[in-house]
């Protein structure tokens, strides 16, 4: 407890990207278990000398990778609850408040973004597997006794297709393949100049397949894609998936908890009437890797698709209470439910708004120095936190390799620093750095650092 307090209090103290080397945590340690116990004080001593300069530090507030993420005190606080009761939620009566806070926090979440509570919910580990449990149900609901027969060897089944735009999160391809479809039945729909899907050419290939007797299944929308946030035109999607009867998905994993801001609440129109969406707690809602919020209004179809009771897990209560084993592949479930109840009451709704509201601020403020610097140019809008901008100093013709090294160099330098990370995309085959603000620390101070860094570093 105090070492966590002290690293909390004190982030800035470590490199936030690890300096070490391939190997080097590897060959500190011994390759053999020790044959009798050690001192709990050694084994700490340890973590701190070996352990931790092997770790990026999530919770710096420099951390501008990927899509940055807080895990907060009460959150950290309440997985040393969960971990002391080690309790096992996957019966009602294996631990019923696992079962019961579940239902109660995703019913808060819900609510703060404004879905409506035919959506019933269920947490998994991560947006990953949340997008594959939701393709899993869209192909129990397309294809005839796919749970009993399967899918190979019958001729009597078309092709399949499942549809997202070429900015999608790559899940989406591991779920097709892992589901059997095969990667060639995920089409990709072409992105507009803002990066969203075109709902017009996702008509177009609807059309084409079904004229080749290939069966659409699923459509899969985004709302702040990986690279860009760019948020899919929902709204026209929902209404060309009503119409042609096909399932639903729309990912909000990141940007999803920005709909808790009353000014963003707009990002999830048409929402609420796909099949099935998944937000991300822990990627900027302060939750402790990991939570992913899945929510589905036929939550008794994906039931269909996973339940499966033996002898030994049969209950008198069945009945009357349900069972988070038949919400998915796996049977054991932590209890992950506490620590989103917990951020939820810690920080309220008033102090979640308050604090995505700053981030925003703060990666417009960012953007607003790169478009007002003639060496720097900004590539993709900024809806939310995330800025995607690249180096292009003026006074020489570049071609895109002399800016890709550029802006490569670029980057590693500032990583090097240990003060900030950042991370990369390419966007239209142009190298592309990204600035991604989400952490609860993350001050003004920071977002200034890192541009002070880009521009001494070119």
């Not at 009451?345 to 953007?367: D, T, V, W």
């Not at 900004?378 to 180096?391: D, G, I, T």
Request: proline share 5%.
């Amino acid at each position: 407890m105090d070492w966590i307090a002290d690293y909390f209090a004190h982030p800035e103290r470590y490199p936030v990207l690890s300096q070490v080397k391939p190997g080097d945590i590897r060959s500190a340690l011994p390759a053999e278990a020790p044959e009798h116990g050690e001192a709990f004080s050694a084994i700490l001593s340890d973590f701190e000398r070996l352990i931790v300069p092997g770790v990026t530090h999530w919770n710096h507030p420099g951390f501008f990778a990927y899509f940055a993420i807080t895990g907060s005190a009460p959150g950290v606080l309440a997985e040393f609850l969960s971990a002391a009761l080690n309790a096992q939620g996957m019966l009602w009566r294996t631990s019923p408040s696992v079962t019961e806070l579940e239902e109660v926090a995703l019913g808060w979440l819900r609510r703060l973004m404004g879905l409506p509570d035919l959506f019933e919910g269920v947490i998994y580990d991560t947006a990953s597997i949340s997008s594959l449990h939701a393709l899993a149900t869209a192909r129990e609901a397309a294809v005839d006794r796919v749970r009993t027969a399967g899918m190979p060897g019958r001729p009597e089944l078309p092709r399949y297709r499942v549809y997202c735009s070429d900015q999608a999160h790559s899940s989406i391809d591991k779920a097709v393949i892992l589901l059997g479809l095969g990667h060639d039945a995920l089409w990709k729909i072409p992105s507009d100049a803002e990066f969203r899907m075109r709902a017009d050419e996702l008509d177009l290939a609807i059309a084409e397949d079904r004229r080749a007797g290939i069966v659409p299944m699923a459509v899969v929308a985004t709302v702040g894609t990986t690279s860009t946030t760019s948020v899919d035109p929902v709204e026209a999607i929902v209404a060309i998936c009503e119409r042609e009867r096909i399932w639903l998905h729309v990912d909000c994993a990141y940007a999803g908890s920005a709909a808790i801001v009353p000014e963003c609440r707009y990002i999830l129109n048409g929402v609420e009437r796909a099949d099935s969406m998944v937000v991300n707690p822990h990627k900027w809602l302060f939750t402790p890797f990991d939570l992913s919020a899945f929510y589905c209004r036929r939550m008794d179809l994906l039931r269909q698709a996973f339940s499966l009771t033996p002898e030994y897990l049969k209950t008198t209560e069945a009945g009357a209470v349900k069972n988070l084993m038949d919400t998915g592949v796996q049977l054991g479930r932590r209890f992950r439910a506490l620590k989103l109840w917990m951020i939820l009451r810690y920080f309220g709704a008033e102090g979640i708004r308050a604090r995505l509201s700053e981030h925003m601020r703060l990666a417009r403020l960012f953007a607003g120095w790169v478009d007002g610097d003639p060496d720097f140019e900004r590539l993709a809008p900024v809806p939310f936190s995330v800025v995607c901008f690249r180096a292009r100093p003026r006074g020489k013709d570049w071609s895109e390799a002399g800016l890709e090294t550029l802006n490569q160099r670029l980057l590693d330098a500032m990583n090097a620093t240990g003060e900030v990370f950042l991370s990369h995309t390419k966007l239209n085959g142009r190298f592309t750095l990204r600035l991604a603000v989400g952490n609860l620390r993350t001050e003004e101070r920071h977002v200034a650092r890192a541009w002070e860094l880009a521009k001494t570093l070119l």
